[in-house]
Nanobody, 125 residues
Framework: VQLQASGGGSVQAGGSLRLACAFS????????MGWFRQVPGKEREFVAY????????NYADAVKGRFTISRDGAENTVYLQMNSLKAEDTAVYYC???????????????????WGQGTQVTVSS
């Protein structure tokens, strides 16, 4: 399985970005997907999760109400729509996945088997 994240960039506070994570090398519909982010010198933190069927989503409290995770089975892609961006959202964003049933704690990075390369998001205040 391979993941390719894209869509990062620089934006002013209050703006929006949409990240995409292209999935290949497996059956997309069989994998649950997550987004994490990391700032240099800090631990990686959970952002959002979507179950393999797309019926369940979860968010970190810091992004709830501003970010939306979704998946497109036709495109084998998971998206992270980020609105009302804040300076504290600045980080490298990573997508990750694991096969259905593998993830018990969706906010733990150790539960995910495959990771993308990361895309930088910079929000200026």
């Amino acid at each position: 399985v391979q993941l390719q994240a894209s869509g990062g960039g620089s934006v002013q506070a209050g703006g929006s970005l949409r990240l995409a994570c292209a999935f290949s090398g497996g059956t997309f519909s069989s994998y649950s997907m997550g987004w994490f982010r990391q700032v240099p010198g800090k631990e990686r933190e959970f952002v959002a999760y979507i179950r393999w069927r797309g019926t369940t989503t979860n968010y970190a409290d810091a992004v709830k109400g501003r970010f939306t995770i979704s998946r497109d089975g036709a495109e084998n892609t998971v998206y992270l729509q980020m609105n009302s961006l804040k300076a504290e959202d600045t980080a490298v964003y990573y997508c990750a996945c694991s096969v259905a049933g593998r993830i018990e704690k969706w906010d733990r990075g150790s539960e995910y088997d495959y990771w993308g390369q990361g895309t930088q998001v910079t929000v200026s205040s």
